[in-house]
């Protein structure tokens, strides 16, 4: 069977990451498929995993009673999605759904969870990596916040 | 020295610049619940004065005020002048109101153009945020018409919602090019939406195009463009190639009145457009 | 016109005190009306005249930080008073002007331009600072790409009678900006005024081909070297008596990088934005626009006014104003006149008249303000370092 650390290798988010690092989260990753309008994850669920997205459109969404479900945001090849497997009650705050087919790497929590705390050197390449992730994510709600183009 | 084929015009219907020249409106169109767009000709015939992409014209509603609107149409087009505005203030709302067959007084065109002619040779990165839009399409007409002489051409455009997303017809032809790459994305959506949700600066990490060599043109809310020049410039795109096109008060059009200063610059005759390294110091200054 | 002058002493001629009529007349049969100081409510108003017995003849002032006072002085000078609450842009830059009026006919209109057809005026009295001022709102109407045709043919049209400072108020500070005491440009003749017990008289000459015609047909005589002498020490004294002052070097700089300075907010909270800086400032030239109709609606007119930036609307875009605060309001037109004026048309857009300290209610002083950010200003900010640095590698 192939491995995967080629194609992890290739993804911006590990971007520069020591190959020997690689060779150890390439050991929590999982390929997985879906269809367009499958749930990748749902609001409330147990957050086990996150994703790599290598092909394909996903949606972030969250569902109000009256209003159906409404989107947050559109993820794309390149992207990351979930952080809610990091931190308790590790559970997921928004719905992921395909958009389209989707073709993910699935990353391991636990796994990777326990590999980190052994080596705080691969730690700190994920805190790194995912508190950049969260930068760009709240600098662009905040953004969103400001509903810059509605006229006031 | 200009890519287009058109003699310049020097304007013969008055010396005095003050005087609007009386447009008939041919069409009147809602882009969307408060954008709309007029298709304007001349009284009694003839062309619209030539303009540069960027350039705007006063535009005056009888009885009621005259507002600066960029030109959104086809730079080399001269039967038919195009404004696109929204229905926001009073004249902009009089304007609305107004019939095909009816009046409006025109003066322009006014102001720096978009940097299309010096951006020859280079990926042209092109982003809008919400009525941003209509002062950028005179560029991507241009643009498209000499698209030779240009590397990779990208248009991110943002709008608040799906009912907000200017000239949909016309963004959907642009996303068939072969040779251009058109990213639409908007701030919130319902399910009927297929397309991508989030801000317009995300799209700006994955856009294709060479930051060494790209002359980008933004134009949307100034918080918005101050994001994208941020956004461009963690690419690698240099801030001297970058333009942005801001708003002012403004009352001649013609650098008399005072109504736009920004730091140094009259926005009216020194810009709208201007080169980000130009204006950047005065524009993260508050209430300059 | 001058430059052909430029190697010969300026012709100094004198004018008998008893004479100077013969000047308004001359003026008047050549067809121009003049303009010039007179009295009206408590002080100097620029207005029409018509005899010497028009100006404000022994009369003087006083002028302070929220102050203005007129009295009566030992000596019956002519000219013995300073800048007052108006200035000569009234007359070449009117304060309400129609710009054109549109006749409304079925579904559309047609405008008709107002004719720009000025009177021949002459001022009388023009010191050395508003000279400047003219020089420099030429500069701003008619040294662009887009002239005022107003401006300009109101300008072809002026006749300047320039007087030199015979002593300077509280609130000048022409020295500093270099326009003044002493005329140098700008006019078609210039007057000093030499009064002693024994002698009244105006030192007189000419600084263009008008000038000459007009100085030609007076009954003058050319100065002797002590009445020369005489002049030239009224205006070193002028000069000498000058008590504020404004230095302006580097400041253009001082101000770009000071933007975020604590001191705008100390005056933001004296200053009440009534603008009354800009209406007496002899450059300031901002005006809006006003469109009116009448009843009917079949009649649209659109007139240009005075405006201020110390007004709300000023600024306004869709949304609100840009510089909703007196802070920022104050710190662009403080900032415009020192600074930005520079790069948009090569001067200052202070002369050092001193207007806007005597005419502001709460005695706001710009000289006070300039020095107050010179003497307190931070380290220049990370820009302005970046742009030495840039400058230097270059």
Same mark, same amino acid.
């Given at each position: 069977m192939k491995t995967l650390e080629p194609i992890l290798a290739k993804h911006p988010f590990f971007a520069g990451l020591q190959p020997h690092y690689l060779e150890l989260v390439t050991g929590c990753a999982s390929n997985m498929h879906f269809k367009a309008g499958e749930t990748i994850f749902q609001e409330g669920d147990e957050a086990k995993q996150f994703f790599i997205i290598r092909e394909g459109t996903l949606r972030l969404q969250v569902f109000a009673p009256g209003q159906g479900e409404i989107s947050i945001q559109t993820l794309e090849s390149g992207d990351v999605v979930g $952080?809610? $497997?990091?931190?308790?009650?590790?559970? $997921?705050?928004f719905t992921g759904r395909a958009t389209s087919a989707l073709r993910v790497i699935a990353l391991d929590g636990q796994c990777l969870y326990t590999k980190c705390e052994q080596d705080h050197g691969l730690g700190y390449e994920f805190l790194k990596r995912f508190s950049h992730i969260m930068m760009d994510r709240l600098q662009a709600t905040r953004l969103q916040l400001l509903d810059l183009y509605k006229v006031n | 020295m200009l890519l287009s084929a058109e003699p310049a015009v020097t304007t013969t219907?008055?010396?005095?610049?003050?005087i609007p020249r009386p447009y008939e409106i041919q069409r009147a169109k809602w882009d969307s619940s408060d954008t709309f767009s007029l298709e304007l000709t001349p009284v009694g015939g003839g062309d619209i004065p030539a303009f540069e992409p960027g350039q705007f014209n006063m535009v005056y509603v009888y009885g009621v005020g005259e507002i600066p609107i960029s030109i959104s149409g086809d730079p080399a087009r001269r039967d038919m002048l195009i404004h696109t505005t929204r229905a926001v203030g009073t004249v902009t709302r009089a304007m609305s109101e107004l019939k095909v067959g009816m009046m409006l007084g025109v003066r322009g065109p006014y102001g720096a153009p978009w940097p299309v002619d010096e951006a020859r040779g280079k990926d042209i990165v092109i982003v809008a945020g919400g009525i941003g839009l209509a002062p950028l399409r005179p560029a991507m007409y241009r643009i498209l018409a000499y698209r030779e002489h240009y590397g990779r051409v990208v248009l991110l455009y943002g709008a608040r919602t799906p009912a907000d997303v200017l000239y949909r017809k016309q963004l959907e032809q642009w996303r068939a090019h072969f040779d251009l790459d058109v990213f639409v994305t908007v701030d919130r959506a319902t399910n009927n939406w297929r397309g991508s949700i989030g801000l317009v600066t995300q799209l700006i990490v994955r856009a294709p195009f060479d930051p060494l060599n790209t002359m980008a043109m933004v134009c949307g809310p100034e918080v918005m463009m101050r994001f994208t020049t941020l956004e461009m410039e963690k690419r690698g795109v240099n801030s001297d190639n970058i333009y942005v096109s801001l708003e002012r008060n403004m009352?001649?059009?013609? #650098?008399?009145? #005072?109504?736009?200063?920004f730091g140094r610059e009259f926005v009216c005759k020194d810009g709208p457009v201007f080169r980000y390294s130009q204006v950047r110091h005065f524009l993260t200054k508050w209430e300059v | 016109m001058t430059q052909s002058k430029k190697n010969k002493p300026p012709k100094l001629y004198v004018l008998e005190r008893r004479d100077f009529q013969e000047l308004l007349t001359a003026l008047s049969a050549d067809g121009y009306q003049l303009i010039g100081p007179t009295l009206r409510e408590g002080a100097v108003t620029y207005a029409e005249i018509t005899a010497v017995e028009d100006l404000p003849i022994g009369y003087t002032d006083d002028q302070e930080k929220g102050t203005y006072r007129l009295h009566q002085a030992r000596e019956p000078r002519?000219?013995?008073?300073?800048?007052?609450?108006?200035?000569w842009k009234k007359y070449l830059f009117p304060a309400r002007m129609r710009l054109w009026q549109a006749q409304r006919s079925n579904g559309g209109f047609t405008v008709q331009a107002d004719a720009h057809t000025p009177d021949k005026l002459a001022l009388i009295g023009v010191r050395a600072c508003e000279l400047q001022a003219i020089a420099i709102q030429d500069r701003v109407f008619t040294g662009g790409a887009y002239v005022d045709p107003a401006y300009q043919a109101q300008r072809e049209n002026t006749f300047i009678v320039a007087v030199n400072c015979g002593r300077a108020n509280k609130t000048c500070f022409c020295t500093s900006m270099h326009t003044g005491p002493k005329a140098v440009s700008g006019y078609d003749l210039a007057l000093t005024e030499v009064y002693t017990p024994e002698q009244h008289y105006f030192l007189i000459e000419s600084g263009s081909p008008s000038g000459d015609e007009v100085l030609h047909a007076l009954p003058t005589r050319p100065a002797a070297v002590d009445e020369v002498e005489a002049g030239e020490a009224i205006i070193a004294a002028t000069s000498a008596q000058m008590e504020r002052s404004l230095e302006t070097k580097g400041l253009k700089d001082l101000l770009y990088a000071s933007y975020d300075h604590q001191r705008w907010d100390a005056v933001a909270a004296r200053c009440l934005a009534c603008g009354n800086c800009t209406m007496v400032c002899p450059t300031c030239f901002c005006t809006t626009v006003e469109d009116v109709t009448d009843l009917s609606g079949d009649t649209a007119e659109r007139w240009r006014k005075w405006d201020s930036c110390f007004t709300m609307e000023f600024s306004y875009i869709v949304g609100g104003s840009i510089r909703s605060t007196a802070k920022a309001r104050y710190r662009q037109w403080l900032t415009h006149k020192l600074a930005t004026w520079v790069d948009q048309f090569?001067?200052?857009?202070?002369?050092?008249?001193g207007r806007c300290i005597t005419w502001c209610p709460v005695g706001i002083d710009i000289t006070e303000e300039v020095r107050e950010i010179q003497t307190t200003s931070?380290?220049?900010?990370a820009a302005v370092t970046e742009r030495k640095r840039k400058r230097e590698n270059t």
């Open positions: $952080w809610s $497997w990091l931190f308790p009650p590790h559970r $997921w705050h | 219907f008055s010396s005095d610049p003050m009352k001649c059009g013609i #650098g008399l009145c #005072g109504h736009c200063q | 002519l000219f013995g008073c300073g800048p007052g609450p108006h200035s090569g001067t200052m857009g202070c002369v050092g008249c931070v380290a220049p900010t």
